[in-house]
């Protein structure tokens, strides 16, 4: 059974269908279930409980929901920053490629542990993460008491790991890990994307999904223009018209980034009920066109779309903090229309509640309420940054960060508590972290150190990137556009 929670005197940002805000509530927590949320009272200093908690200067909101991100490369945080994007693409690649077939497992392992790590010290209780080996992430933060999807990255046009067993390993990790750690840890269906998968490996995508009709399905959709003219290429309209064919497009469908969306995109995404994970400082620090439109969120909410926020391929702009996609999202959306894109509230509700609908998990997490599972975390606003504390969301998503986070439940159970990891032994997991990109460094040819880190020449990085898969890739696209010409 598990130990009873009771957490007095706080702010209270409950995220709820009324975004109801309390001066001084109390969040009761009884076998990993939120039982209680209200107005607190004198009695609860003494109550009977496992665990009192002393919420004075502490805000209390739900946990965090990533919606989108990468796990695998996170010990090379920094080794991208200063690169070209051409160079940065080639060297991911080639790092990607060697994923795939198999090697660098201890990056990867390191870089799991690592994630966990970072995203349990800042408020984020669940993740939504494709991955070359999604195992080592779901054990990972499965073992750390959190949250998680996960699924096997899978294409035919980026890597030359033959198809076959690609979809054998997605399977075989659905199977083995789907509802596991106490239904904390759920497998997802991971095409890739929309430019680099051909239409038959999206009709066996389907074919998977139609056996596991419980999953959700996530991919990269609308990120480049690419993507539509792949989707020509596939003999479809578009890349959702490709999706509605093989009967992808529906309620099951997470889709990360809708870069480049259209008013029908919209309109048809918002009728099938399917998600979409908006990660705005990917694009901010790697934005390949300046002439290309910001992501339409605005439209997609207000179409009735969930719009959760993802931190995505955090070692490519050097941050774990998911608060910070919330500011990213409305200073980006903002310098490329105009003021007022968001309230403070709906940036608040799409790091919480809407990315956990975007998850088909709404109804469990993502908000302060009686009945949900207790995911919860404590920020400690007893602090010069937050004084006065006068509009809670807007210090919340403009103000707030991962270092103010001091205590995170899930599940009904601490993993950080009062600034101190309780599930994790942190500075094990940093050495780990610290020898596998020293080890990386020397078997790959990476010079990387406290000044920065250079990848190795073009000669080796051409004789480790991926052959056929990105030819046919490359060669599709070229045709397509020809033809569209």
């Given at each position: 059974?598990?130990?009873?929670?009771?957490?007095?005197?706080?702010?209270?940002?409950?995220?709820?269908?009324?975004?109801?805000?309390?001066?001084?509530?109390?969040?009761?927590?009884?076998?990993?279930?939120?039982?209680?949320?209200?107005?607190?009272?004198?009695?609860?200093?003494?109550?009977?409980?496992?665990?009192?908690?002393?919420?004075?200067?502490?805000?209390?909101?739900?946990?965090?929901?990533?919606?989108?991100?990468?796990?695998?490369?996170?010990?090379?945080?920094g080794a991208f920053s200063d690169l070209g994007?051409?160079?940065?693409?080639?060297?991911?690649?080639?790092?990607?490629?060697?994923?795939?077939?198999?090697?660098?497992?201890?990056?990867?392992?390191?870089?799991?542990?690592?994630?966990?790590?970072?995203?349990?010290?800042?408020?984020?209780?669940?993740?939504?993460?494709?991955?070359?080996?999604?195992?080592?992430?779901?054990?990972?933060?499965?073992?750390?008491g959190l949250r998680g999807f996960f699924g096997?990255?899978?294409?035919?046009?980026?890597?030359?790991?033959?198809?076959?067993?690609?979809?054998?390993?997605?399977?075989?990790?659905?199977?083995?890990?789907?509802?596991?750690?106490?239904?904390?840890?759920?497998?997802?269906?991971?095409?890739?994307d929309d430019w680099s998968c051909s239409r038959?490996?999206?009709?066996?995508?389907?074919?998977?999904?139609?056996?596991?009709?419980?999953?959700?399905?996530?991919?990269?959709?609308?990120?480049?223009?690419?993507?539509?003219?792949?989707?020509?290429?596939?003999?479809?309209?578009?890349?959702?018209?490709?999706?509605?064919?093989?009967?992808?497009?529906?309620?099951?469908?997470?889709?990360?980034?809708?870069?480049?969306?259209?008013?029908?995109?919209?309109?048809?995404?918002?009728?099938?009920?399917?998600?979409?994970?908006?990660?705005?400082?990917?694009?901010?620090?790697?934005?390949?066109?300046?002439?290309?439109?910001?992501?339409?969120?605005?439209?997609?909410?207000?179409?009735?779309?969930?719009?959760?926020?993802?931190?995505?391929?955090?070692?490519?702009?050097?941050?774990?903090?998911?608060?910070?996609?919330?500011?990213?999202?409305?200073?980006?959306?903002?310098?490329?229309?105009?003021?007022?894109?968001?309230?403070?509230?709906?940036?608040?509700?799409?790091?919480?509640?809407?990315?956990?609908?975007?998850?088909?998990?709404?109804?469990?997490?993502?908000?302060?309420?009686?009945?949900?599972?207790?995911?919860?975390?404590?920020?400690?606003?007893?602090?010069?940054?937050?004084?006065?504390?006068?509009?809670?969301?807007?210090?919340?998503?403009?103000?707030?960060?991962?270092?103010?986070?001091?205590?995170?439940?899930?599940?009904?159970?601490?993993?950080?508590?009062?600034?101190?990891?309780?599930?994790?032994?942190?500075?094990?997991?940093?050495?780990?972290?610290?020898?596998?990109?020293?080890?990386?460094?020397?078997?790959?040819?990476?010079?990387?150190?406290?000044?920065?880190?250079?990848?190795?020449?073009?000669?080796?990085?051409?004789?480790?990137?991926?052959?056929?898969?990105?030819?046919?890739?490359?060669?599709?696209?070229?045709?397509?556009?020809?033809?569209?010409?």
């Amino acid at each position: 059974m598990m130990e009873e929670i009771l957490i007095h005197d706080a702010t209270v940002l409950t995220v709820d269908d009324r975004n109801r805000l309390y001066e001084r509530g109390t969040v009761r927590i009884e076998d990993g279930e939120i039982t209680e949320v209200r107005e607190s009272r004198d009695a609860d200093r003494d109550a009977d409980a496992d665990h009192v908690v002393d919420g004075e200067g502490k805000l209390a909101m739900p946990g965090l929901v990533n919606a989108h991100t990468h796990l695998e490369l996170t010990p090379l945080i920094g080794a991208f920053s200063d690169l070209g994007l051409g160079e940065m693409m080639g060297s991911m690649t080639a790092v990607y490629e060697r994923f795939a077939e198999g090697d660098l497992s201890y990056l990867a392992d390191a870089g799991a542990e690592l994630a966990a790590l970072n995203f349990l010290l800042g408020g984020v209780t669940t993740v939504n993460s494709m991955d070359v080996r999604p195992a080592t992430g779901a054990e990972t933060f499965g073992e750390a008491g959190l949250r998680g999807f996960f699924g096997q990255a899978i294409t035919d046009l980026f890597v030359d790991v033959p198809v076959d067993e690609q979809f054998a390993r997605a399977r075989a990790f659905v199977e083995e890990y789907h509802d596991s750690y106490d239904g904390r840890i759920r497998a997802t269906i991971c095409p890739h994307d929309d430019w680099s998968c051909s239409r038959e490996l999206w009709e066996r995508t389907a074919d998977l999904a139609a056996d596991y009709p419980d999953l959700s399905v996530h991919t990269h959709l609308l990120e480049l223009d690419e993507s539509n003219t792949m989707a020509r290429a596939n003999d479809a309209a578009d890349s959702l018209g490709l999706l509605e064919e093989v009967g992808l497009l529906n309620e099951r469908l997470i889709g990360a980034h809708y870069r480049v969306a259209n008013d029908e995109d919209v309109r048809r995404t918002a009728e099938s009920g399917a998600s979409v994970a908006h990660c705005p400082s990917v694009f901010c620090y790697w934005n390949p066109d300046p002439e290309m439109q910001w992501t339409p969120v605005p439209e997609l909410r207000e179409a009735g779309v969930d719009v959760g926020l993802g931190i995505d391929d955090h070692y490519w702009h050097d941050s774990y903090d998911l608060f910070g996609e919330a500011r990213q999202a409305r200073l980006a959306a903002n310098l490329k229309r105009e003021a007022g894109q968001y309230s403070s509230m709906e940036l608040v509700r799409m790091l919480t509640i809407e990315g956990a609908r975007a998850l088909g998990v709404g109804d469990e997490i993502g908000s302060l309420e009686s009945g949900k599972r207790a995911d919860v975390i404590l920020l400690d606003v007893d602090a010069p940054k937050f004084t006065p504390l006068t509009n809670v969301p807007a210090q919340v998503v403009n103000n707030a960060s991962a270092a103010d986070v001091e205590t995170a439940i899930v599940d009904g159970e601490f993993v950080l508590r009062d600034g101190d990891v309780v599930t994790m032994d942190a500075e094990a997991v940093q050495q780990r972290a610290t020898e596998a990109v020293e080890r990386f460094a020397a078997e790959s040819g990476w010079e990387i150190g406290l000044g920065g880190a250079d990848p190795p020449g073009p000669r080796r990085l051409l004789s480790d990137l991926p052959k056929r898969g990105p030819a046919r890739l490359l060669s599709r696209l070229a045709i397509q556009s020809l033809r569209d010409r």
